[in-house]
């Protein structure tokens, strides 16, 4: 069974710094991993999809690399900013049948100004 | 679009009282999942449902809970009997459809407390 670690739960930054979120997984068979952004008290917004052929993808300050060998992920955030300031979770896409997302328990960021 | 709507936002029940959320998913999505989220679990899938048609119910806890789709735009999830472990936010999210590059577009969630 798929099991999606991030570490560390909490991050507490001053604004202006880069940082790097770190997710693992136990089965490197994923067809892709996502990273979303999920504000209090509302739902998940997907920020970037990697595909499992892929190495990384970038969306403006966002860059999402994957390494399936060592069944690892990494969300770069540059140059953070208050508004930044959510939880961030990663999923799992596996490559077999029906599947669906495994997620992470997400990373609590708190970008101070 | 509005997006994928949830009903009601937030919900306080007593234990042993039947619960019922609704999810209206995206119009022209083909898949709709409902999630369940805790601090001690994370996010968990309970079903998922293609074309209205309930494909993997694996992730339901119990058989207190069920989940219906009787058309394209309106879902279902009932506890019955409610108990404080269900205590949750439940999120139902729709895609086109249950493919690994479909985004998953998701509901704003509906807190559920069991007294």
């Known amino acids: 069974k798929q099991e999606v670690t991030q570490i560390p739960a909490a991050l507490s930054v001053p604004e202006g710094e880069n940082l790097v979120l770190n997710c693992s997984f136990t089965?490197?068979?994923?067809?892709?991993l996502q990273w979303f952004r999920q504000d209090p008290g509302k739902g998940l917004t997907s920020l970037l999809l990697i595909q499992s052929s892929q190495r990384e993808q970038t969306s403006g300050r966002l860059n999402a690399s994957l390494d399936k060998s060592s069944g690892r992920s990494t969300l770069y955030i540059a140059a953070s900013q208050p508004g930044d300031s959510a939880t961030y979770l990663c999923?799992?896409?596996?490559?077999?049948?029906?599947?669906?997302?495994?997620f992470g328990k997400g990373t609590m960021l708190l970008v101070s100004p | 679009d509005a997006g994928v709507i949830q009903s009601p936002r937030h919900e306080v029940t007593e234990m042993g009282q039947e619960v019922t959320l609704r999810c209206k998913p995206i119009?022209?999505?083909?898949?709709l999942f409902w999630y369940r989220q805790t601090m001690m679990r994370g996010l968990e899938l309970l079903i998922y449902?293609?074309?209205?048609?309930?494909?993997?119910d694996s992730g339901m806890p119990e058989d207190r809970f069920s989940a219906k789709m009787p058309n394209a735009s309106f879902s279902t999830l009932k506890i019955q009997p409610s108990e404080p472990r269900d205590s949750a936010v439940y999120f139902c999210a729709s895609s086109l459809q249950q493919t690994p590059t479909d985004t998953q577009y998701f509901g704003p969630g509906t807190r559920l407390t069991v007294l």
């Open positions: 089965d490197s068979a994923i067809y892709n």
């Open positions: 999923a799992a896409f596996m490559n077999s049948g029906y599947s669906t997302l495994t």
């Open positions: 449902f293609n074309n209205n048609v309930p494909i993997d």
């Open positions: 119009s022209g999505h083909n898949s």
